[in-house]
Structures are given as C-alpha cells and as structure tokens.
C-alpha cells in the first residue's frame, strides 16, 4: 500500500542512486554478443552508508522504516540528482477537456528516453498552456495526470518524487546501548511501479 508520505529529505540528500534496467547480455565463443532488454522502464534503486548518518537522522530513519513496516508500505522519495522538469511538453491539446500524463523526456542526440512521471510534488507543479501559466487545470499528484481545459500546447514544470520502497523488511542495530546505531549496513531503497 502507497502511504502519501515523503522520505525524510535531509537524510535522503544522503542517497546515492539512480535508474537501474535489466538486460541480459550473451556472448558466444567467438565474442559475439546478443543482448535482450528485459525491463523497458528502469527501476530506481538509492543507497546509503548508515554510518554515514548522525544520531539524529538514523532516529528519523528509524521512525520512518516503524511507520512504513520495513517492505510494506511504499512512499515518496526525493531523487535530489534527478527530481526537477523545466517547461517540459505534453502535446497538443484540441479538444478539451483533455488529460495528459506527466513526462520528463531525455534526450542525446536525436534520440530520445520518455520518462512517466507519477508523484507529483505537491504545490510545486504549474502548467502552461501556450507558455502562459494557466489555474484551470487539475492535477493529481499521486498518479501524475493533468487535466486541462484549454486548448493549446501544454506543458509543465515543476517537482516530482520517485515512488520507493525499503528494499529490507529488517534494519540490524548494534548492541551498544550508548551507540545502537546501524553498524557496516548499506540501507537499500528501490522504486515501486505504478
């Protein structure tokens, strides 16, 4: 179940991570390779050193893995590397009204990667219509889809989180009753499709 709560932001600043895809790679005798991409979206997979962390912020992180039950609950998460779009196009819109999903594309070259957006940052979204801010769309920041209504080009720029999981349902402590924190553990969170 989705919990409509954000990662404590300090200690994700913490982070280290990013987009992961699966792909299988076979070579053969002769060096020849045949690769399969098994995953067409990437997941998203951040981790960090808890000995990294200072006695305040595992308290905060601990608070946080009680309420989300380890795997059980996922939650918000603030990719401070990756988590900003800037007048990014929806389309054209000719008929309205008209919902469209958020996107953040990436581009090298003439090629291009189109990211679905899903967690929208709450108040922190604004849309354009023919480059002019507009108040008459509807947002939805849990599944990214905007709704407007008006005609015109959209477009959006703003906040989004990364939709996460902890990738462990424990969380080993050191018996050290002056200092319980976290010994020689990498604290693991992945992302969740949606």
């Known amino acids: 179940m989705f919990l409509d709560i954000l ?39 951040y981790t960090v050193d808890a000995m990294a962390l200072s006695r305040a912020e595992f308290e905060e992180l601990l608070g946080f893995f009680y309420v989300v039950k380890g795997r059980q609950h996922s939650f918000r998460f603030k990719d401070w590397s990756d988590h900003y779009v800037q007048g990014q196009s929806l389309g054209v819109v000719d008929q309205t009204p008209a919902t469209l999903q958020a996107v953040k594309v990436y581009r090298t070259g003439s090629t291009s990667y189109v990211r679905k957006i899903t967690k929208l940052a709450q108040g922190e979204v604004h849309v354009f219509i023919n480059g002019v801010e507009t108040q008459n769309a509807e947002i939805n920041y849990q599944t990214g889809m905007i709704t407007v209504h008006e005609t015109g080009i959209v477009s959006w720029t703003g906040e989004f989180h990364v939709h996460c999981r902890f990738d462990s349902d424990s969380m080993i402590m050191s018996a050290d009753v002056q200092n319980p924190l976290l010994r020689n553990q990498m604290i693991t969170i992945r992302s969740v499709r949606s």
């Open 7 to 45: 990662f404590p932001k300090l200690i994700s600043k913490k982070f280290e991570g990013g987009p992961v895809f699966k792909t299988f790679v076979y070579s053969s005798e002769s060096a020849y390779e045949q690769r399969i991409q098994v995953w067409e979206e990437p997941i998203y997979q």
